[in-house]
């Protein structure tokens, strides 16, 4: 099935091609592979996983590292990186569609061509694996730390979504940390992609994630 103009559009605006050329663009759609996904399919896992590079085109990923949700991908975003230039026998994670979707997939040796032939997408791909390294590490530094991090999560998992109902100054109180710290805190766990802020609404988008800061 052909993309549509919107998933085309989508492709352009993705990490990895990112200012490319229309035509070329064009082209390497006609090369790669399509997958279209049922929801709860196991996309990846530790022994069943394709030497590629997946786009999300439609739909929801979730990444998971045993009983850690690690991120949820979304329309755009690249996965599978993990599994093209490494000797390991086994992926890194477990990717599993949260509902219908569809991937477009670009084999090895598409991504040695374009590696090789096209600065911008080289670029491209080198400041996307940066991206990835800078987040992962963040998101370690978080479980790591018992502190503000911990204390938050643990009031907020207790708490629930919704309002918060006091300020910050009386909050920092309650938790007996600074208010810097807390404002850090905040800044962590949503940098880690576990929960979301608008305003004084706190949403936990990953109560899984959340509980093992504690």
Known sequence: MPLTKEE???????PLFRGVEEELLCRLIQEAGRAELQPGQVVYDPIHFRRCLGVVLSGQLQVTKGTLSVSVLGPGDLFGAAALYSDEP??????????PGRCLMLEQGLI??????YGQIRENYLRYLT??????????QTLAQPGAEGKLARYLLSSGAGELTCSATQ???RLGVSRASLYRAFSALEDSGLITRKGKTITIADPTGLEMVL
Request: aromatic share 6%.
């Open 8 to 14: 085309t559009a989508l492709l352009s605006a993705c």
């Open 90 to 99: 086994e992926f890194a994670a477990t990717i599993t569609a949260k509902g």
């Open 112 to 117: 040695d061509r374009l590696l090789a032939g």
């Open 131 to 140: 991206g990835r390294i800078r987040f992962l590490s963040g998101r370690l």
């Open 171 to 173: 909050l920092s109180q």
